[in-house]
């Protein structure tokens, strides 16, 4: 019992009232005897019925302490045993020492004493130190299980039902898209309006059938645009299904010149319809970007893309290019000065593209320079005849100066890439907010943000084919000189090995006219004339392939050898030549210790969504990457990359 308790008398009040009473009483008998005798028996009396009650108190109190000890242990123990969570203990040995019955019934046992507790939950045999709580699945149920190491005990709650609900709200998630026929006019254009009715009827059918199918919302907007509308348990079947409405619009107009396609994005995993309509149509945007015909998924923060198996239907109207070049003559002509530059390492495609919008900025009379960081194997022969040439050697800068020289007034303008990490100097993107962008790759997840001016086509065989289509418009007594035209022709040659790899009638148009302004073709063939020592090197490279797949060659270097990014891809382009090989990857390590890796096909294989695997990019039939690994490890990860995509969808057409 509580000393409080105990010690009823605080202070002993009660006993020196006694006291007090006594000495009075002791004080009366001097006076009157037989009074305090009297008084000193009453007062007796009371002393004894007060320790009486005082004992009766304290045995009634004893009772009840008991009785209410015996009654909190049972409720207590009846808690524990109907409490709708389990509780467990074990040993040292992890072997069951007590549990409770919610525990017994959860695997169908009268009692789990003495069995080891990892062979009963096996999940937690892979549980790290750190975690305390994990779910586990015993039959249909799933739990959730609190682990208490320092006590030895564990904590089993039940939440099948919270997961069943979870996941139905995830399922039924709406996902909004929209479908687009991306080249609905060039497909049609000479068609009677009888036949145009009849392939328009047979594609929508299709499309409605396919909707239906699989339980999608379908609804017209335009002639060539369709809004979707789904929830997420039917997107997950259709990316199971890798969209296959896209294999069948295409088989089902592949008797037309040119096979009707379509472009579809999907936006899902935000509550805000505002929001997902945005998203839905970014990712056709995407979709688009990256030259059409596949569909590209935007889910919280996932970007998946399906298809994109054909090459990007080249245009054949010009009003873009014209829109574009008027734009960008005003935007120059608004601006202070223009800066210019392309991807890190830049390629002759690149360099070509900046001297071309160089020469658009000095025909407005504006200033305009070019940003080069360092020359690397495949540009040093045309770098060595620009630094011979004064009057374009001066306009090329270091990064640098051009962060000097760099304002809000100042028009950035990227070329050949729409990267900003890619770009030579990406602090100078952050520097204005007057940014043209300009380039031929598909577009990737990463984009430059807030981009006044957007002129990216895929089915351009090089940067340099849009920048000379834009010089056409841009002014009518537009001259150029020899090597600036010679700089853009080289540009598309090199992109288009000598117009062998997409090339279109656009690329000739443009080929003329830069042969009308001066380009001289014999100076192309000097600066791409190869050494001696990088053709061995190459022999080096190529001898060591491997045929993957009975059309995929792979040629890996011996460890410790270095070679350049143009030797890798020079031998990936040569590799393609070989009889039977439809497709070429060639790994490496460079000089700047990375690994390098070159991709290259005949388009029968999109060597695009391989190399975007590996955290890369580029076009259908030319795509790279640079990875920090070794060779081991990036031709491993390949391989089994090349393996996913084969037992997904297939390699080949």
């Known amino acids: 019992m509580p000393k409080f308790l105990l010690k009823r008398w605080h202070g002993l009040h009660i006993v020196w009232i006694f006291a007090l009473l006594i000495v009075l009483i002791f004080t009366l008998m001097i006076y009157q005897w037989v009074i305090g005798v009297i008084a000193l028996f009453l007062c007796g009396i009371l002393a004894y019925y007060t320790l009486q009650a005082e004992q009766a108190f304290r045995k009634d109190f004893n009772h009840y302490v008991t009785t209410l000890s015996h009654r909190i242990k049972k409720a207590g123990n009846e808690v524990v045993h109907e409490l709708p969570i389990g509780i467990l203990l074990y040993n040292e040995e992890k072997i069951v020492e007590w549990h409770n019955p919610f525990v017994a019934k959860m695997v169908n046992k009268e009692t789990l004493i003495g ?169 056709l945007d995407m979709a688009l970007g990256r030259g059409g015909d596949q569909v590209a998924v935007k889910v919280g923060e996932r970007l998946s893309f399906y298809g994109g198996r054909s090459n990007a239907i080249e245009k054949r109207t010009r009003v873009r290019a014209r829109v574009i070049s008027h734009a ?65 050697n001066r306009w090329f800068i270091t990064p640098e100066q051009a962060m000097q020289i760099t304002n809000g007034r100042t028009l950035a303008v990227v070329v050949d890439t729409h990267k900003a990490s890619m770009v030579a100097e990406p602090k100078l993107l952050q520097q204005t907010q007057r940014k043209f962008v300009v380039d031929h790759h598909r577009r990737g997840e990463e984009f430059i943000q807030d981009a006044t001016l957007v002129y990216m086509e895929p089915y351009a065989s090089s940067t340099c084919e849009l920048v000379t289509e834009l010089l056409q418009y841009f002014n009518d007594r537009l001259t150029m000189g020899v090597l600036e035209a010679t700089a853009l022709l080289a540009g598309i040659v090199v992109d288009t090995k000598s117009f062998s790899l997409r090339t279109g009638a656009r690329t000739f148009e443009a080929a003329s006219f830069l042969r009308r302004n001066g380009a001289d073709s014999s100076l192309i063939q000097r600066l791409l004339k190869e050494d001696l020592d990088a053709f061995i090197q190459r022999s080096e490279v190529i001898k060591n392939a491997v045929i993957l797949y009975d059309h ?77 690994s070794t060779i081991g490890e990036a031709k491993e990860r390949l391989k089994q990359i090349l393996s996913d995509i084969e037992a997904e969808e297939g390699l080949f057409e």
């Open 115 to 283: 069995e080891s507790v990892n062979e009963l939950f096996p999940a937690l045999k892979t549980r790290k130190d750190k975690d305390l709580k994990l779910e586990i699945t015993v039959g249909k149920c799933i739990y959730l299980v609190q682990v208490k190491p320092d006590e030895r005990l564990l904590y089993f709650t039940d939440i099948t039902n919270y997961k069943t609900l979870s996941a139905r709200y995830e399922e039924e998630r709406l996902a909004i898209g929209i479908v687009m026929m991306d080249n609905l006019d060039e497909a049609t254009q000479g068609m009677d309006d009888q036949t145009r009715s009849i392939m328009m009827a047979r594609v929508t059918g299709e499309i409605t059938e396919w909707a239906q199918k699989n339980n999608v919302h379908l609804r017209r907007t335009a002639s060539d645009r369709y809004l979707i509308l789904m929830n997420q348990k039917g997107l997950k079947s259709l990316e199971q299904s890798r969209f296959e409405i896209l294999d069948e619009v295409r088989d089902l107009t592949i008797e037309n010149k040119l096979p009707l396609t379509l472009s579809i994005g999907i936006a899902s995993g935000i509550d805000s319809l505002t929001e997902l309509g945005q998203l839905a149509q970014t990712s």
């Open 328 to 392: 960008l003559r005003d935007l120059i002509k608004e601006c202070d000065k223009v800066i210019i530059m392309g991807h890190r390492y830049p390629d002759m495609d690149a360099i070509g593209a900046a001297i071309g919008v160089l020469k658009a900025v000095h025909v407005s009379n504006k200033e305009g320079y070019i940003v080069l960081e360092g020359v690397n194997p495949s540009i040093q022969k045309l770098m060595d005849t620009i630094y011979e040439d004064e009057k374009l």
């Open 552 to 628: 995929i060659a792979l040629a890996v270097t011996e460890p410790n050898r270095k070679y350049s990014q143009l030797l890798i891809a020079q031998a990936a382009d040569t590799l393609l030549t070989m009889t039977g090989v439809m497709a070429s990857f060639v790994i490496s390590e460079r000089p700047d210790g990375l690994i390098g890796i070159s991709a290259r096909s005949l388009g029968q294989m999109n060597v695009q969504v391989v190399m975007e695997r590996m955290g890369g990019g580029g076009h259908l039939t030319n795509a790279a990457t640079q990875l920090e």
